[in-house]
């Protein structure tokens, strides 16, 4: 089973064995630990440590901004690139602060499934429940870790009892605990019916692994304490009764996730999960576009920007705009459509993100990430194609949920104030509006600490101290319709008018009350709360 790469024979074989996918977690569960062990066996990094600074850099406001100053650790670990037996896998970093943002959620659209991390002794907290959300929007696949076995932890029919209720998803033992805590020594591999034990004097030694015949091998008695043994034999007996089996199609279409325990910290149940993210993950998947869906097998190559990051160098204001492959075989210094702007683009020096360093990318395939450097032609929900009009769909832009007004220290540099805010909103990390009376601009954004981070942004790469005052808006809505309707409608609401970065009309509400005005006085204008990324 586990030399298959790919469910689907036809495909070719480097993308069948490509494996595209996101960590989700609460802070705090082991996404940076796991993450590190991923890179260890996938040979990107030679010794555990290298990736320990990022999770502690996370964990205070001032670190997560310094870490932001340092945008070579931030950006090559954005998405990194590993093999793994004969897989690859592309690991794409979900945005570290609490807060939920679009970044997020723009993460999600360029992965085929999501590992969730969980704390044993925590169960399902708070923003993994958030995270699972955005994934199940997709039907993404998810395959679960309950990390920290090594610690005292729940029961594990509460565990999965309580992803099961919480999260209304069938839940599969891939692995069963042996011991709790102190005494936790492995896991019975429900799957391939081997004992995995845990090296407890070494934590980056790989576990041992036994090939046992069932559970009544007296291979078990050897390795196992009797009391240990007996609760073992009873669990998994009762959990082959009451647990559903392993169904491959339900955890691809994402009603099912098979979970494995393990010890993130001590190496141990990582190399089991990344089989399992090989063997039942799915291959890169079609991708919605209009006018036509674009299946990964097709020769010619296209791909849509999910994420653009600026000023990574910020000497030179160069932005890398992240492409997830759609489909085809890429070769360095290809000419691709960028089809918004129907002009073609040479793509020179696109890097590929390997989890050390970034490097040139000489080829690439569907589901692959490259990083495209270029001078802000490329802006997200873009797609670029080898001619072709598609246009990738389902990247929505959401209205914000906090509007704050903002204003440079120095009045005299209020252009330059405009031209970084313009830069933030390409970047996806904050709507900007322009209201049409008065000056100043509006920023919107999903969560609070995206005021902060952009502050502190605005000031250290563009030497431009800014205040953020109280708005009297609470959101914003975009608005559809003819001309005439929308003209209407801007007249007689001058006040609470603006226009986005892309140059759209909003209106900018105080109350839901003022939307359910609009709604009726203007039956032939439309208000909506999300908006596609594309042109
Ligand atoms: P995050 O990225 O999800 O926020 O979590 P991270 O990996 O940073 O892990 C959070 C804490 O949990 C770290 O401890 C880490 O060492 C610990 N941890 C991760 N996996 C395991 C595990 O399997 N067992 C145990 N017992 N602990 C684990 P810390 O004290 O905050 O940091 P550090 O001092 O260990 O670096």
């Excluded at 093999?83 to 970044?103: A, I, K, M, Q, W």
């Excluded at 934590?203 to 559970?215: F, Q, T, W």
């Amino acid at each position: 089973m586990l030399d298959t790469v790919s469910n689907r024979p036809d495909l070719p074989a480097e993308i069948a064995r490509r494996r595209t996918f996101a960590i989700i977690s609460h802070p705090d569960a082991g996404k940076t630990t796991l993450t590190e062990k991923f890179l260890l066996y996938g040979g990107a990094i030679q010794m555990a440590g290298q990736v320990r600074a990022k999770g502690e850099a996370r964990r205070t406001r001032s670190d997560f901004m310094k870490m932001e100053q340092d945008r070579g650790i931030s950006v090559s670990a954005s998405a990194m690139s590993f093999d793994f037996r004969n897989f690859r896998f592309n690991l794409v970093d979900t945005p570290g602060h609490s807060d939920f943002s679009e970044d997020t959620y723009r993460t999600l659209t360029a992965v085929d499934a999501a590992v969730m991390v969980i704390d044993g002794a925590k169960g399902v907290e708070s923003q993994t429940q958030k995270l699972f959300e955005v994934c199940r929007l997709r039907d993404l696949p998810i395959l679960t870790f309950c990390n920290k076995m090594d610690r005292e932890s729940r029961d594990t029919f509460d565990i999965i009892d309580e992803i099961q209720e919480n999260l209304a998803i069938d839940v599969t033992p891939a692995s069963w605990p042996i011991g709790v805590g102190r005494d936790f020594m492995g896991c019975y591999d429900m799957l391939r019916d081997r004992l995995e034990l845990m090296d407890r004097a070494d934590r980056n030694k790989v576990a041992e692994s036994i090939e046992i015949n069932g559970l009544d091998d007296p291979k078990l008695e050897q390795n196992v304490p009797a009391h240990l043994l007996s609760k073992l034999r009873e669990e998994v007996e009762m959990a082959r009764e009451l647990l559903p089996a392993l169904n491959p199609q339900a955890v691809l279409e994402g009603h099912m996730t098979p979970i494995w325990f393990g010890s993130a910290i001590n190496s141990f149940g990582v190399k089991e999960l990344m089989d399992g993210i090989g063997t039942y993950g799915p291959e890169p998947q079609p991708q919605k576009a209009t006018p036509r869906q674009i299946l990964p097998e097709e020769t010619k190559v296209s791909g849509f920007v999910f994420k653009v990051q600026a000023n990574m160098d910020p000497k030179h204001r160069d932005r890398v705009a992240f492409v997830r492959l759609a489909s085809g075989h890429f070769n360095r210094g290809m000419k691709l459509t960028h089809v918004r702007s129907k002009k073609p683009m040479s793509i020179t020096n696109p890097v590929l993100f390997l989890a050390s360093d970034r490097e040139l990318a000489e080829e690439a395939w569907a589901g692959d990430i490259i990083g495209i450097p270029n001078h802000g032609q490329l802006r997200i929900g873009d797609t670029l194609t080898e001619g072709e009009a598609l246009k990738v769909t389902g990247i929505p832009s959401f209205a914000p949920e906090l509007l704050q007004t903002v204003r440079a220290g120095d009045p005299l540099k209020s252009k330059h104030l405009e031209k970084a805010l313009m830069q933030f909103a390409e970047e996806g990390a904050a709507k900007v509006f322009k209201p049409m009376i008065g000056s100043g601009f509006i920023v919107g954004v999903v969560g609070a600490l995206q005021f902060e981070v952009l502050g502190s942004r605005i000031e250290l790469e563009y030497g431009l101290p800014v205040r953020f005052e109280a708005s009297q808006f609470t959101s914003a809505r975009w608005v559809h319709g003819d001309k005439l309707a929308v003209d209407k409608l801007v007249n007689a609401n001058k006040q609470h008018m603006a226009e986005d970065n892309d140059g759209d009309v909003v209106y900018l509400t105080r109350l839901q009350w003022d939307i359910d005005r609009i709604g009726r006085d203007y039956p032939d204008v439309t208000l909506s709360a999300t908006k596609e990324m594309m042109v």
